[in-house]
């Protein structure tokens, strides 16, 4: 406090003196204030805080998402930096991006032509959300889209794919033609006006029937607590508590937990998650630690597997998990945090290194200003003390979907790619796509952008 009240100072000092005398504070307070109080909520909270660059006076006057930029620690996390503090505007305050905002509910990702054929831009859908406009269009998962109404897609426009009026959407397809794949029409699609769908976080829950064995199967694109996603809802808690209870019923014999999309949420929702996968005997002991800065009281809070999950808790010793570049804090958080009760070799990653990222963040605001400030606050250490997983979790089984020439089937389709491998090693032992990437990608597609990545919150949520 004592540096944001210098500064101020200095500042006012400054104002008054061209002012001829004219006391303008509050004028000029209008135009800093916003910035000061990040600095010092900065000060007091940001796990780098006496990191913080030196800033110039003239830095006040950024706006408050370009002058946080200028207090965030370069070399963080091994180098990496920060690229996770932000701030958001209390207009967009839900943290489920689609729950609120107009869309046509879809997620895809612009890549040039993995043909390497043309200079067109592409997108392809990863996957369709229930009761949208793109699922009662029949949009699938795998779809090739090349424009929207009469605009061919490219880096400039792709928004068009997002939200926007009813349109048509062009697909296309690829084939094997005589020497080498080509391109073909598919059809043009009509697509009803984009408007909010929920994103239920819970897409696939289903049990397979492989060679004599049970596995459970669950789809899990979010750590979100409810329809509006505000911290203290508990609709998917419950509704949780009720798929595990049918899974349990099942008695499987593995489970896959798939993360693919899961870009990460609420610490909460990760402990509740966990505590349904773990050995029964961990509940009740630390799920993971956070540890703040060294001027935060308390230093360290943990948080416990939850033991009133008993009654629907699989009590596995073992996990496969499926992951992709997608995978970030809350999904990762999971996996490592389960380690120390199952042991490395029980927790099999199959898919992408993920993100890596092993901090938390906490929002903070007043009633004064019109946005949240998110910034990193603590590491996410797991019972053994460990987050040491920052430039992402490496698979033991890497496989990747992304540039498959061949369809992307449909999640859940036991011959989907990544599901396909994993069941099959699960009973067999052996992955038959695991040892052929060249025949599973194709090396000229260059991704240019994934709607995934307008889901701000890529990381874990502190209440």
Known sequence: MKYLLHTFYLLTTLFFITSCGVDRSGEYYALVGDDMWIEEVMKQHYLWYDQIPEISEKDYFAEPEEFLQ???YTKALDGKGDPFSYV????????????????????????????????HTYARVLFVLPDSPASEAGLQRGDWISAVGDAQINVNNYGYLISGDATT???KSIIAGEDDYIWTDVDVLSIGASRPVEINPFYINKVFNVNGKKIAYMVYNKFSTGPLDNGYETDYAQQM????????????????????????????????????????????????TMQYNDITTPQDTTYNFISTTSAQNLNLNKLYVITSTFTASASEAVINCLRPYMGDDNVVVIGETTVGKPVAMSGYTNNEIDFILWPVVAYVLNADGKADYVNGITPDYKLNERGLISPLLPLGDENELMLKNTLSLITTGTMPDAEKPEETETQSAKVLYNSLSRKKINGVLLR
């Open 169 to 171: 959407l062009t697909r």
């Open 241 to 288: 508590l009720q798929i595990f209870s049918e899974f349990k019923s099942e008695a499987p014999d593995a489970f896959i937990l798939d993360l693919r999309y899961n870009p990460g949420g609420y610490l909460t929702c990760a402990q509740e998650l966990a505590s349904l996968l773990a050995p029964e005997s961990a509940l009740g002991k630390p799920f993971c």
């Open 70 to 72: 200028k207090l965030l």
């Open 88 to 119: 958001e505007m209390k207009a967009n305050v839900s943290r489920s991006f689609l729950n609120q905002t107009s869309t046509y509910g879809f997620d895809f990702e612009l890549v040039t032509d993995p043909l390497g054929t043309t200079s």
